[in-house]
């Protein structure tokens, strides 16, 4: 049984920074590969940021693109979010995804992801 526990979450300012953490258990770590994703009330969920296990390439979306940094210790079976120069678009809640059997589907599509975290809330006021 894949457990993702999110934890990180909190209220920040405009242009502060914020750190989340995914902690995985039940199965071995690093899967193929494991993301970020949020949603905010009334939108879509959003993929953010992705890692591959194997390569340790990264993936991001857009609009976060040069401010977020997504990273993993496999020792602490933990994947990061490093969250810098902080918008009020950013609040959101952010889940992380785990991809164990290597689904073909693009990094910041959440088809990809079976396994999912219950999420941490980020809020950034102006």
């Known amino acids: ?17 914020l750190g989340l953490s995914c902690a995985a ?13 949020r949603q905010a009330p009334g939108k879509e969920r959003e993929g953010v ?9 990264t993936y991001y979306g857009d609009s976060v693109k040069g401010r977020f940094t997504v990273s993993q210790d496999n020792t602490k079976k933990t994947v990061y979010l490093r969250m810098n ?3 009020p678009e950013d609040t959101a809640m952010y889940y992380c995804a785990a991809d164990y059997a290597g689904t073909l589907a693009p990094p910041l599509s959440a088809q990809k992801y079976k396994y999912w975290g219950q999420g941490t809330q980020v809020t950034v006021s102006s």
């Open 85 to 87: 120069n902080l918008k």
């Open 49 to 57: 940021a992705a890692i591959g296990a194997g390569n340790g390439r």
């Open 1 to 17: 049984q894949v457990q993702l526990v999110e934890s990180g979450g909190d209220s920040g300012q405009t242009g502060g920074s």
């Open 25 to 37: 258990s039940g199965v071995s770590f690093p899967p193929k590969s494991m993301a970020w994703f």
